[in-house]
């Protein structure tokens, strides 16, 4: 049997036009818009795919959010990174359970969620303290008690130094990460993997050349383009539109001196 929802829920809700809206459901609380209101009563104990009706009488899907939508709907004080730059980054950085990340530049918690849904532990740098209590805040919001319990954001520069030593993961979300490189690799263990996400072809070769003269190898940068299909009968063609360039991923592992 499928969960149904209760106060204290995320729910995500599409209208006839694709319209889409977040909300948290809560006693007394109600959805408005301009066709009218919905109160959250209507869908406590109701399942996936349940839908509601507005007091004008308009219809609304509900569902249980995706880390994705949340992602794009959440609140935000830094521009995030997007899903499809996340998925290639947990790929591309090798993460999973047990792993214990350091993330420099948390924004607003978008990564982060995902670093911690995949079972790491992640302690994130952060210069802006209005940043870094959003990014708390959004992880808290989406994942379980657990979850964010492997989460803890510092007010640091991570361009100052790196405290956490035999790090499996160093992930850098900084305009200037070259600077950071001497740092991550006193901090990773051996085969550690160091992740760097910059917007301009600048960046990316500055960072190459602190790479090459560095203990890290293997250093490889790549972008993910995500492009929509317009499929409606046997009209079938790629959308007009795409997310195209979001920004560059540079991986390196950590290797050693004699590489």
Do not use: C
Request: glycine letters at 10%; a negative charge; hydrophobic letters at 45%.
């Amino acid at each position: 049997m499928s969960p149904t929802y209760a106060y204290g829920d995320l729910v995500f809700l599409v209208d006839r036009k694709k319209r889409r809206y977040l909300i948290r459901l809560t006693e007394g609380g109600s959805f408005h818009s301009h066709a009218g209101y919905v109160p959250h009563a209507d869908f406590v104990g109701e399942e996936d795919g349940y839908t509601a009706r507005s007091t004008q009488g308009a219809a609304y899907v509900s569902m249980s959010p995706t880390l994705s939508e949340f992602i794009m709907e959440m609140p935000r004080g830094a521009q995030v990174i997007y899903p499809k730059d996340i998925g290639a980054i947990l790929m591309l950085a090798d993460v999973g359970p047990g792993q214990r990340i350091l993330e420099a530049g948390v924004g607003s918690g978008a990564l982060s969620m995902a670093l911690l849904r995949a079972g790491a532990t992640v302690v994130g740098y952060e210069l802006r303290d209005d940043f870094a209590a959003k990014a708390v805040t959004n992880v808290a919001s989406f994942l379980d008690a657990e979850a964010a319990s492997r989460y803890r954001v510092e007010l640091r520069d991570v361009y100052e130094g790196i405290d956490e030593q035999a790090l499996d993961r160093v992930i850098l979300d900084l305009p200037e990460p070259w600077n950071a490189v001497k740092h991550a690799a006193a901090a990773l263990r051996r085969g550690g993997i160091l992740f760097a996400y910059v917007p301009s072809t600048v960046q990316v070769a500055r960072l190459h050349e602190a790479l090459e003269d560095s203990p890290f190898a293997m250093a490889q940068t790549i972008e993910v383009l995500h492009r929509g299909w317009y499929v409606k009968g046997a009209a079938v063609r790629p959308d007009h539109r795409m997310v195209g360039h979001t920004g560059f991923l540079t991986t390196a592992r950590l290797l050693g001196d004699d590489q």
